[in-house]
């Protein structure tokens, strides 16, 4: 079946600091692929996306590129902020009626100032 | 704001008793779904559901059941909770696809509970 595997956490990083937060997967087909983010006492939220291969997701400075040859979607990251701290997770949704996501475990990331 | 009201936010049982976790979204999707989350395991689907009258099973959906008897409502019910159910759930919906081929997921903000 469909998995995605992230880097363990947590990870701790001081402000303008350069982040990357690795993330494969494993799927039949051509999947697409998220990066969602959680802050604390709230729900999940869309970060950025990537329908097919070599597309560069992109928002708030974030940056993921869905490089199907290393099956990978890793999250970057040039200068993170304080008010970056959340849990990031990556997911990916492949063919099927359902159209669910498959979750990673999900990275936590705090930022110092 | 539109978007996906979880009701109860916050909820303490007894094992054995029931409860009822009430999503709805103004949105007009027709998919929802419920996740938990749990420490290290990321987010895991319960049921979902594909339509107004339909419902579907998750990865871990023994224990509890859901019905969709409106568009809008998506319910998930614990008959006999159970300490293995404390978790926080998550409702979530979508339309299809959009128009980037793409099924983006919008989360409500949660529900915490607790099984004694």
């Known amino acids: 079946g469909d998995s995605v595997t992230q880097m363990e956490g947590p990870v701790t990083l001081s402000e303008e600091a350069f982040l990357t937060i690795n993330c494969t997967y494993t799927a039949t087909g051509y999947p697409s692929l998220f990066w969602y983010v959680q802050y604390p006492g709230e729900g999940l939220q869309l970060l950025l996306k990537a329908t097919k291969a070599d597309d560069k997701g992109s928002n708030k400075g974030f940056e993921a590129t869905y490089r199907k040859e290393t099956t990978s979607f890793h999250l970057e990251k040039g200068s993170v902020q304080v008010s970056d701290s959340a849990v990031y997770f990556c997911a990916l949704r492949s063919g099927g009626s359902a159209r669910q996501l498959t979750f990673g475990s999900g990275t936590q990331l705090t930022v110092l100032p | 704001n539109a978007g996906v009201t979880q009701t109860p936010k916050f909820r303490v049982l007894k094992t054995g008793q029931s409860m009822t976790l009430l999503c709805a979204q103004d949105m007009n999707h027709e998919y929802m779904y419920w996740y938990r989350q749990d420490p290290g395991m990321g987010l895991r689907l319960i049921h979902y559901s594909v339509g107004e009258g339909t419902t579907a099973k998750g990865e871990v959906p023994d224990g509890y059941n859901v019905s969709r008897l409106k568009k809008q409502n998506f319910l998930l019910g614990l008959e006999s909770a159970a300490p293995s159910q404390t978790s926080v759930y998550f409702c979530?919906?979508?339309?299809?696809?959009?128009?980037?081929?793409?099924?983006?997921?919008?989360f409500g903000a949660g529900s915490r509970l607790t099984v004694l």
């Open positions: 979530a919906s979508s339309y299809w696809t959009d128009s980037s081929g793409a099924n983006v997921l919008t």
